[in-house]
């Protein structure tokens, strides 16, 4: 009777264990959208045009950043949730990497970019949170310094397709109450030119 007893103890004790690892909690951080899943069309410069009093058109320019709404969601599964303290992802950097389709002969030499990010994903079993933010993955120091050859200051009205790329976005941080790295990878795909610009102002 005892050996019956201690067996079935036994198979009670690995049966629980075998529940407990297939509970152990995991975690998923995902790139739900980047600019709504839409193309980034990118202007090398915004032209603003002015007549002088002796009759004399200036021409002048600015080089200005591009934005980008971004929606994460960070989900967990397993035991012991919901806990005391929400588990919570820290984003705290993004890098983007550009990949040229090459329109031209000679691409535009991307560079990589690192951005800093405080951003905070609080943990969600059901899949419904999502965290929205705004970020700036082209800079206007780095559009001038990677399409400074590519800008024409000498015809606002020129238009056309410098080259189309696409932008991997990688997002991670860690996990500030299981203290362990999470991540997460999207792709923007984005549009480089000199678009139409209405010369009588800046931003139009």
Known sequence: MRRTLFGLLTVVAVAGLLVMAGCERTGTLRVVSINNGNTLRVDLADFYQYMTPDSDFVTLY??????????????????????????????????????????????????????ALSQSCVADRTGKTRTSFFMTPI?????????????????PEFIDIVDLADA???????????????????????????????PS???R
Do not use: C, H, M
Request: net charge negative.
């Open 62 to 115: 600015q080089i200005t950043p591009d934005s980008v709404k971004v929606e994460l969601q960070y989900v967990e599964i397993g035991a012991g949730l919901p806990t005391w303290t929400p588990y919570e992802a820290l984003i705290n950097q993004a890098t983007v990497k550009f990949t040229s389709k090459n329109l031209t002969d000679e691409p535009p030499p991307y560079e990589d970019v690192k951005i």
């Open 139 to 155: 800079s206007a120091a780095w559009k001038q310094k990677v399409f400074v050859d590519f800008i024409d200051t000498e015809d």
């Open 168 to 198: 991997k976005i990688t997002f991670s941080g860690y996990d500030s109450v299981a203290n362990r790295a999470v991540q997460a990878v999207g792709t923007l795909p984005v549009e480089f030119g000199n678009f139409y610009d209405d």
């Open 201 to 203: 102002r800046f931003g």
